[in-house]
């Protein structure tokens, strides 16, 4: 068994554990019988004892009765009985084949000793019992008790029983043992066989069921399994390897292979033909001896291949041939991501490369009678584009109803004449200016609000790179939809506030929309503020717009200001300055929108480009909405611009927000605003709005003259007032100002100053302190009519919210999330219902969510009804279709908003918190 250690080693462990098993049954059996020989020497004390207390005061001859009894005849003892007198008695018995006690002696029993009552006691050993019996008559027995000894009688089978089982099962597992020894014999045998010949097919083992274990098939079957897979794959690899060659070797490109430092390592006989390596060296060769790179680049690329880490493509040059080849280099990885080789493929593209060559002379040739076509085309679009585009303005908007039937004739042979040449023109032109200047308008309902939002925020990034500030207004009383073309306002707007950007170095760029007063309306209407008389300008024109980009740039001199005018009213755009392209397209769109722009000065040197828009509805949507909540609250704003806070003015009284605008700060103003809060600090809540460019400023100038100055004392002594909300407002973002300053504000916003967030600011910092407002308000009238029995207490109930829906579905769903949103509802079935609802609860209903699809009365007639009833409560459209048709239409009618079904609570949300305050 040499070769089956295993085996042997199994054997062996299962001898050793027979063998310590028989060692602790003996051994628990021998000890088992010296403890019950020890308790039967205990016993028979016990009994001695027993029967000599029953004589008060024995005598020799009632102890010898006593040792004649059956229980003392087998046992070895000595025996001395002592009286009160000192005569003493000794008996003694030996059992056969023990030796007789030698002498004679009196015990002596220590403290440890086992007693049975208060006079005597015992001590036992290994071999003897020693005890002695006192009793009251003053009678001393002592006694020795030799312990019976046990004998081992082989014959009973507890005996040999377990010997004779330890042996069979050691047989046993020796049988065993030889027949798995057997087994792995004939495994290895047919393991050999597998290994030393190729299986064509799978064929079992040769294993006879009989004397075999199930493990020692599977085995034999995973490993025929295993030699038959091995064998396809040595075929299948076979295979491959004289695919590859063939490819290789035959294929008509030239191919090689090269180790990580660079040195081929191959190449096949496409390779050999075409570079013709010499044979006769034996030295190892790199790409550079057989081909050069374009440039200094590649070259240097082709000397440092080892540092390729990606695949390359690169034009070479071969050193003999001079031919021009594209050189595929892709890197081969190994098995933790190193780099061991380069596969590279040559591909000849010199003819590729002369035709090249020639058609880029071809190219040039060409590209110079371009142009010189395109420099003609400009002459022409500019000598006949503009007159035409004009002639086509004015035509259009002659009404034919009220001209003859020849005058009907003449114009429709006009326009169509007019137009046909335009598009001809063109076409002919093809240009991107030709593009940007389009006659045909798409005119719609523009949300102003919205443009001119986007365009702000357009150019917001580079402001702040420019060092500049920002400022964005939309007046409250300016309607929020006109009809215009979007995508030409949006460029004039943009181009106007690109050229601001441009002109100015430092302070600050402002778009500003509002309408025209009433005063104005006369002037603009009758007379033109441009020259340029023949504008798309309508003759009359009740209601304008202004757009007016405002920036502190360089003073404009009068010859400057002249040469803008003219590029405004110019009409022969072949004189205008490359630079004032933008300005030039601007106004051209000015004029086609009906409008016109407007250069002018302030006394503070600031340049101000105004655009003029007229709109025929005056249907007024406001964007900003009231709250009655913003009466409690007075802004405090510190602002060191004054257009800033001319605007944060206007929109504070718009909506009745008391507001205290300072420019600067001095220790009386401070006192004078903190005694005025005091005094109304029972009816308003206060809340602070700092420019941090003007804090950055004294403290710039605190450093410069290193003194701590006293507005910023006083600023960091408002500041650091507890109990006073505090905003701060910078152009700057919110990462870039410092921590330790921002830890010292409850809120922050960006410039341009955003009115919604300033709003949801304001009612989120004061919110606690109206909820306590409200009910200190609430008990004081409460107090003041305590004299009235049985008054009824108001609670603060949460907002009403008008579902009009005709679907039970989309109510029940709705009026859950607003519960979840913490707001009341109640429903109506249909716009008729729905009036009825408002009508008797209007008092209690803060906005309508209004679905727009119903019967008897849909939710388009329910809102003119409303609102040609001048009620203005908000009102949000429900529908399904989201299309800008359905937006347009209930924007017309009057609603304020619009949510497409199935209804986002997040957006319901943003919604209802824009609306309800």
């Known amino acids: 068994m040499q070769q089956f250690q295993s085996l042997q080693r199994l054997l062996i462990f299962y001898a050793l554990s027979l063998t310590v098993m028989l060692l602790l049954y003996y051994v628990t059996l021998f000890d088992g019988m010296k403890k019950h020989s020890e308790q039967h020497s205990i016993d028979t004390f016990y009994a001695l004892q027993h029967s000599i207390i029953e004589h008060a005061a024995p005598v020799d001859s009632e102890i010898k009765r006593i040792l004649e009894q059956p229980t003392f005849e087998h046992l070895s003892y000595q025996l001395i009985l002592m009286t009160p007198s000192g005569q003493t008695y000794i008996h003694h018995n030996t059992r056969p084949n023990e030796s007789a006690f030698s002498t004679v002696a009196f015990p002596t029993i ?50 040999w029983l377990p010997l004779m089982v330890a042996i069979v099962l050691f047989f046993m597992a020796l049988l065993y043992m030889l027949n798995r020894r057997t087994n792995w014999e004939q495994l290895l045998v047919y393991t050999d066989n597998l290994s030393s010949r190729a299986k064509e097919s799978y064929t079992p083992p040769p294993f006879l069921q009989k004397k075999s274990t199930t493990e020692f098939m599977l085995l034999g079957h995973a490993l025929s399994r295993v030699s038959y897979q091995l064998h396809n794959d040595y075929r299948r690899i076979k295979t491959l390897t004289h695919r590859l060659e063939r490819l290789v070797d035959q294929a008509p490109l030239p191919m090689l292979m090269s180790i990580r430092h660079g040195q081929i390592s191959f190449y096949n006989q496409r390779f050999e033909q075409v ?62 991501g190193q780099v061991h080789g380069f596969t590279v493929i040559f591909n000849n593209v010199d003819e590729i490369f002369h035709q090249s060559e020639q058609l880029q002379l071809h190219n040039q040739q060409l590209q110079l009678q371009i142009d010189e076509s395109n420099e003609a085309q400009a002459f022409i679009g500019r000598k006949l584009r503009i007159p035409l585009e004009k002639i086509i303005d004015s035509l259009e908007p002659i009404d034919p109803s009220t001209l003859t039937a020849q005058g009907k004739k003449t114009l ?59 400022i964005y207004f939309f007046a409250p009383d300016c309607p929020r939809y006109i009809e215009t073309d979007y995508i030409r306002l949006h460029h004039i707007l943009l181009n106007l506030l690109k050229n601001a950007i441009s002109f100015t170095t430092s302070g600050y760029v402002a778009l500003t929309v509002d309408r025209v007063p009433e005063d104005k309306v006369t002037r603009i209407s009758n007379q033109p503020l441009t020259p340029n008389n ?66 002018s000065n302030t006394v503070d040197k600031e340049t101000i480009f105004s655009l003029y828009l007229p709109y025929p509805h005056a249907t007024y949507q406001s964007v900003y909405h009231r709250c009655s909540q913003l009466p409690h609250i007075h802004l405090i704003a510190v602002i060191n611009q004054p257009l800033v806070a001319e605007h944060l003015q206007r929109l504070c009284e718009y909506l009745t927000i008391s507001v205290t605008i300072y420019s600067t700060l001095d220790r009386a103003t401070v006192q004078q605003l903190k005694n005025k809060l005091k005094q109304d600090e029972q009816t308003i809540i206060p809340v602070l709005l700092l420019d941090y460019e003007y804090s950055e400023s004294i403290t710039l100038s605190a450093h410069a003259s290193n003194k701590y100055s006293e507005q910023q004392e006083v600023l960091n002594d408002l500041v650091a007032t507890p109990s006073l909300p505090k905003i701060l407002l910078s152009m700057k973002l919110e990462r870039h100002i ?22 949801s600011e304001l009612l989120r910092l004061t919110l606690f302190a109206r909820k306590t407002l409200n009910i200190l308000v609430k008990h004081q009238y409460d107090s003041s009519l305590s004299f009235v029995e049985d008054t009824p207490k108001k609670e603060i109930l949460s907002p009403l919210i008008l579902v009009v829906e005709d679907s039970p579905t989309n109510q029940k769903i709705a009026c859950k999330m607003l519960s979840k949103l913490g707001y009341r509802s109640i429903v109506a079935e249909d ?38 009833q001048g009620d203005k409560i908000p009102i949000v459209a429900l529908t399904a279709n989201n299309t800008e048709e359905d937006r347009e239409a209930c ?23 824009s609306f309800i305050q």
Request: net charge negative; charged share 20%; with cysteine.
């Open 534 to 599: 023949d504008t798309t300008m309508p003759a009359q024109t009740s209601y304008w717009i202004r757009f007016s980009v405002k920036d502190t740039g360089a003073t404009i001199t009068p010859e400057r200001k002249n040469q803008l005018v003219n590029i405004l009213n110019q009409s022969n755009h072949n004189l205008v300055e490359d630079s004032n392209i933008g300005l030039s397209d601007a106004n051209s769109f000015a004029q086609l929108l009906g409008g016109f722009i407007e250069l």
């Open 412 to 470: 429709n042979t006009l326009i169509t004449t007019s137009q046909s040449m335009l598009t001809v023109l063109n076409k002919t032109l093809a240009t991107e200016e030709v593009e940007v200047r389009k006659t045909r308008l798409s005119i719609e309902t523009v949300d102003i609000y919205k443009v001119s939002k986007e365009v702000s925020n357009l150019v917001t990034k580079e402001i702040r790179q420019q060092g500049l500030e920002l």
């Open 891 to 913: 924007i017309q009618v009057g609603m304020d908003e619009f949510l497409s079904k199935p209804i986002s609570k997040k957006d319901l949300e943003s919604v209802l918190q």
């Open 738 to 759: 410092p921590s330790i300053l921002l830890g010292q504000y409850d809120g922050f916003l960006t410039k341009p100053l955003d009115a919604s967030l300033l709003l």
């Open 831 to 868: 716009g008729q219902q729905a009036l009825e609802k408002l009508k008797s609860q209007r008092e209690e209903i803060s906005l309508i969510l209004m679905d727009c699809r119903m019967p008897i009365m849909d939710g388009l007639q329910a809102t003119q009804v409303i609102r040609s």
């Open 275 to 336: 570079f013709t390596p010499p044979t006769q060296r034996e030295q190892s060769y790199e790409l550079t001896d057989f081909v050069e790179g374009k440039d200094e680049a590649t070259q240097i690329l082709l000397k440092t291949i080892s540092n390729l880490r990606v695949t390359r493509t690169l034009i070479v040059y071969g050193l003999e041939n001079k031919q021009a080849y594209q050189l595929h280099v892709t890197p081969w990885f190994g098995e933790h």
């Open 110 to 159: 220590g403290t440890s000793a086992s007693s049975s009552s208060d006079h005597s006691s015992y001590t036992v050993n290994s071999n003897e019992l020693t005890g002695i019996i006192t009793l009251k008559s003053g009678h001393q027995i002592y006694i020795v008790l030799r312990h019976e000894p046990f004998v081992v009688d082989w014959i009973s089978y507890r005996y």
